[in-house]
C-alpha cells in the first residue's frame, strides 16, 4: 500500500471535513492585534479579534481616570523615520509634533537637590554602555549589560546601568547586550491627544469583541480551536499577539503544547517593568512651570522620574522600572501613591501632601493581560525573538513588539510583527 498517497488523501478529507468559522482569529487587540486584522482584511480574509480587556489598544492606553489624560503605557512614536505611526496618524488627521523639551530639569537624592560634585561624578559614567558597545567585543559570547560595565567598580556601574531602568524598565544583569545594541534608534515624535487613543481610534471599523480573553488553543487538527467565555471559534489560523509574560504565565493552553523550539525562545525573553503612577495634584503648584522634572537618583536601584504638570496638566507623572517598580507593583495603589507623595514632599515641601487629591497606577507587572511592560531578552538569548516569530504547524503564528527584532519594545515595533504575520497567513491557501 501506498502510505504516502494515504496519508495524503487522509489530510485532504480532514481539511473538507474541517468547518471554520472563520480565516483567521487574531487574539489580542493591541497594536499587532489591529496591524494584522487590517492587513487579513485588506486582503479579503474573514477576520475576528478577540480582546481579554474592555478596550482597544493593550499596553498603549491613555488613561483620563483623573480627569486630566495622560499616557499610562508607550508614548513616544519612536525612531519616526520609518515607524508605521507617522503616516497612520497623518492619515487621521492626528498632529505628532516633535518631543518637547520640558520646563527644567534637576536631580535629587532622597529628595534633596544632589551636590553638584556627585553630580558630576555620575554624569561621567551615563553613556558608558553606548562606548562599550562600540569597543567592546561580543561577537563570540554574548553579555549582559551588567557584565559590559562590571570594569567600572560595584558604585559606578549600577549608576551607569540605571538609565536603562527608565527606558527598558530591567536591571542591567538580566539584559542581552546584543539585543540592546541591536535596537533601532532615531527620532522620537509625541501624540498630544494620546498614543494610546491613536491606536484605538485605528482600531475601528475591525470586527474585534473585547472581553473576550483566550484560555486554550487546539491545534491538533486541521486548522485551531479558540477557547473563549463565549465558546469555542474554529479558523484556519490564527496570530496570537498577547504579551510574552502573559505566554510565560500559562494563561492560555495550547493543546498540544508548544514545540520545544517555540517554548525555549519564551524562556529566554523575560518582561520589563517600566511603571508609571500618577498622582493628581491641585493647587498653585508650588512656584514649579509646567513640564519641570525631578530625578530621584541617590539609589540608582530605585531610580524616578517625575514629570510635574507636563502640558500644563494638573498631574505628576511618576516613572520607575526593575525590581523597584515590581515591589511597588505588588504594593498596590495606596503604597504608590503614599511612596510617590512622600518624595515630593522632600522636593518641594510638607503642602504636596494636602494638593494630591487622587492616584492612577495602572501597573503591567501585576495586570494579568500584560504581566510586564515590555519583552527584553536575556543575556545569552539575543535570538529568541526571531525564533518566536517561527509559525508553528503552518496555523499558529505568535507576533508582537516581543518579536520585532530592532524594533522590539514598541507600538511601531508590535505594528510592523502584526503586519508582517498577517501577510504570511494571507498567502495560505483557504
Given at each position: 500500500m501506498n502510505t504516502g498517497a494515504f496519508a495524503a488523501s487522509l489530510a485532504g478529507a480532514q481539511r473538507a471535513a474541517f468547518a471554520a468559522d472563520l480565516d483567521v482569529v487574531v487574539i489580542g487587540a493591541g497594536a499587532a492585534g489591529i496591524a494584522a486584522a487590517r492587513e487579513l482584511k485588506a486582503a479579503g480574509r474573514q477576520v475576528l479579534v478577540v480582546e481579554a480587556r474592555d478596550r482597544l489598544g493593550g499596553r498603549a492606553f491613555t488613561d483620563a481616570s483623573l480627569g486630566p489624560a495622560y499616557d499610562a503605557g508607550a508614548m513616544f512614536i519612536h525612531w519616526a523615520e520609518r515607524n508605521p505611526w507617522v503616516k497612520i496618524a497623518a492619515d487621521l488627521g492626528i498632529d505628532t509634533p516633535s518631543e518637547p523639551w520640558g520646563g527644567g530639569f534637576r536631580v535629587f537624592a532622597d529628595g534633596r537637590p544632589m551636590p553638584d560634585a556627585d553630580r558630576t561624578k555620575r554624569r561621567a559614567v551615563f553613556g558608558q554602555i553606548d562606548r562599550r558597545l562600540e569597543t567592546v567585543d561580543i561577537g563570540k559570547r554574548d553579555l549582559s549589560v551588567a557584565e559590559l560595565l562590571g570594569d567600572l567598580g560595584p558604585e559606578m556601574a549600577p549608576v551607569a546601568a540605571s538609565g536603562l531602568l527608565l527606558s527598558i524598565g530591567e536591571e542591567s544583569d538580566r539584559i542581552s547586550a546584543r539585543d540592546y545594541q541591536?535596537?533601532?534608534?532615531?527620532?522620537?515624535?509625541?501624540?498630544?491627544?494620546?498614543?494610546?487613543?491613536?491606536?484605538?481610534?485605528?482600531?475601528?471599523?475591525?470586527?474585534?469583541?473585547?472581553?473576550?480573553?483566550?484560555?486554550?488553543?487546539?491545534?491538533?487538527?486541521?486548522?485551531?480551536?479558540?477557547?473563549?467565555?463565549?465558546?469555542?471559534?474554529?479558523?484556519?489560523?490564527?496570530?496570537?499577539?498577547?504579551?510574552?509574560?502573559?505566554?510565560?504565565?500559562?494563561?492560555?493552553?495550547?493543546?498540544?503544547?508548544?514545540?520545544?523550539?517555540?517554548?525555549d525562545a519564551l524562556d529566554g525573553i523575560?518582561?520589563?517593568?517600566?511603571?508609571?503612577?500618577?498622582?493628581?495634584?491641585?493647587?498653585?503648584?508650588?512656584?514649579?512651570?509646567?513640564?519641570?522634572?525631578?530625578?530621584?537618583?541617590?539609589?540608582?536601584?530605585?531610580?524616578?522620574?517625575?514629570?510635574?504638570?507636563?502640558?500644563?496638566?494638573?498631574?505628576?507623572?511618576?516613572?520607575?522600572?526593575?525590581?523597584?517598580?515590581?515591589?511597588?507593583?505588588?504594593?498596590?495603589?495606596?503604597?504608590?501613591?503614599?511612596?510617590?507623595?512622600?518624595?515630593?514632599?522632600?522636593?518641594?515641601?510638607?503642602?504636596?501632601?494636602?494638593?494630591?487629591?487622587?492616584?492612577?497606577?495602572?501597573?503591567?507587572?501585576?495586570?494579568?493581560?500584560?504581566?510586564?511592560?515590555?519583552?527584553?531578552?536575556?543575556?545569552?538569548?539575543?535570538?529568541?525573538?526571531?525564533?518566536?516569530?517561527?509559525?508553528?504547524?503552518?496555523?499558529?503564528?505568535?507576533?508582537?513588539?516581543?518579536?520585532?527584532?530592532?524594533?522590539?519594545?514598541?507600538?511601531?515595533?508590535?505594528?510592523?510583527?502584526?503586519?508582517?504575520?498577517?501577510?504570511?497567513?494571507?498567502?495560505?491557501?483557504?
Open positions: 541591536r535596537l533601532w534608534a532615531g527620532d522620537d515624535l509625541v501624540v498630544p491627544s494620546g498614543y494610546g487613543n491613536l491606536v484605538a481610534r485605528h482600531g475601528e471599523g475591525l470586527d474585534i469583541r473585547l472581553g473576550e480573553p483566550v484560555s486554550a488553543i487546539r491545534w491538533d487538527g486541521p486548522g485551531v480551536e479558540i477557547t473563549t467565555p463565549s465558546g469555542t471559534l474554529r479558523a484556519r489560523a490564527c496570530i496570537v499577539t498577547v504579551p510574552v509574560g502573559v505566554l510565560k504565565a500559562g494563561s492560555i493552553r495550547f493543546t498540544p503544547e508548544l514545540p520545544s523550539a517555540t517554548r523575560g518582561m520589563g517593568a517600566l511603571t508609571k503612577i500618577a498622582l493628581r495634584v491641585e493647587g498653585d503648584r508650588f512656584g514649579l512651570g509646567p513640564g519641570m522634572s525631578y530625578l530621584e537618583a541617590g539609589s540608582p536601584k530605585a531610580m524616578m522620574n517625575l514629570d510635574l504638570f507636563p502640558d500644563d496638566k494638573d498631574l505628576v507623572i511618576a516613572t520607575c522600572g526593575g525590581d523597584h517598580a515590581r515591589e511597588l507593583s505588588l504594593a498596590g495603589a495606596d503604597e504608590a501613591r503614599a511612596h510617590v507623595t512622600d518624595l515630593l514632599a522632600k522636593m518641594v515641601g510638607e503642602s504636596v501632601r494636602k494638593a494630591v487629591t487622587g492616584v492612577s497606577f495602572p501597573a503591567w507587572w501585576t495586570d494579568p493581560f500584560s504581566r510586564g511592560s515590555y519583552s527584553v531578552c536575556l543575556p545569552g538569548s539575543e535570538a529568541a525573538r526571531d525564533r518566536l516569530a517561527e509559525p508553528i504547524g503552518g496555523r499558529i503564528w505568535f507576533a508582537g513588539e516581543a518579536t520585532a527584532g530592532g524594533g522590539a519594545m514598541t507600538v511601531g515595533g508590535a505594528t510592523l510583527a502584526g503586519r508582517a504575520a498577517a501577510a504570511a497567513v494571507a498567502r495560505l491557501k483557504v
